[in-house]
């Protein structure tokens, strides 16, 4: 009797052990996962920053050459009033 009791109590805990590794493992395949979604919305805003950069770049360099704000906007999406900053940004 006494070596079935040791044998159901080891058997518990190999459970329980089983159990907590389980727990770990799945814990770690979130955070991981957590993490690849936090580098890939970190490298989607970083290149939509950089279009922009380089966009506002492209602006000034065509002001510089004399083209008119009402044709950078129609070219760019960027409004008159932003175009016009960028502008003034220039003196």
Do not use: C, P, Y
Request: aromatic share 4%; hydrophobic share 30%; no cysteine.
């Amino acid at each position: 009797m006494f070596h079935l009791k040791e044998l159901s109590r080891e058997e518990g805990l190999r459970l329980v052990e089983e159990a907590r590794e389980k727990a770990w493992k799945d814990q770690m395949a979130r955070e991981s996962d957590s993490f690849n979604k936090g580098i890939k919305k970190g490298k989607k805003e970083g290149k939509k920053e950089g279009i922009e950069e380089g966009k506002k770049e492209l602006i000034v360099s065509m002001l510089k050459k004399g083209m008119e704000i009402s044709l950078l906007s129609k070219f760019t999406g960027l409004s008159e009033e932003e175009i016009s900053k960028l502008k003034e940004s220039l003196s």
